[in-house]
């Protein structure tokens, strides 16, 4: 059994965290972390959070060695962001829009004309935030075209 030992400023932190964080697994780690002060076992934390008992002691850990910044999540960025995307790039993107290619025809085509690497997630926001009207073109759609 492993409980974790808290000063009142560490728990009036963790209870904040619990409270306002905008990540929901931050704000899982911070309550994990609070319930363990409280003598609740990992494996009934883990219950109550719904994840594996071996993920608490992961969180524990962290928390142990890194303190607060051990609850927060970190993010991958393996993407580009769509601040990033020039003026000249965003109507490169409309204009592959308009022939009608599909999102994963525009990333791989992105790709490799700008040496950026942009998920179909990105596109489809970006296209969303700029009101831009686009249809998925499927097999069917397209074969039925070329026909008429």
Do not use: C
């Not at 990540?23 to 009934?44: G, M, V």
């Not at 994840?51 to 060695?65: C, G, K, L, Q």
């Not at 997630?121 to 097999?139: D, F, H, L, P």
């Amino acid at each position: 059994m492993r409980f974790q030992k808290l000063d009142l400023l560490e728990e009036k932190t963790l209870t904040d965290l619990v409270q306002q964080h905008p990540n929901d697994l931050t704000r899982k780690r911070a309550q994990s972390i609070l319930l363990s002060k409280d003598k609740f076992e990992a494996p009934h934390i883990a219950r109550l959070l719904e994840v594996r008992t071996r993920t608490i002691y992961s969180w524990f850990d962290r928390f142990e060695r890194m303190g607060f910044l051990g609850l927060l999540v970190e993010n991958s960025g393996k993407t580009a962001k769509l601040s990033v995307i020039k003026a000249q790039q965003q109507e490169k993107i409309l204009k592959w829009i308009d022939k009608g290619e599909s999102l994963e025809r525009i990333a791989y085509l992105f790709s490799k004309t700008y040496k950026l690497d942009i998920s179909t997630y990105m596109i489809r926001t970006w296209i969303k935030k700029n009101q831009i009207e686009w249809k998925r073109i499927t097999k069917y759609h397209k074969n039925k075209l070329e026909i008429e």
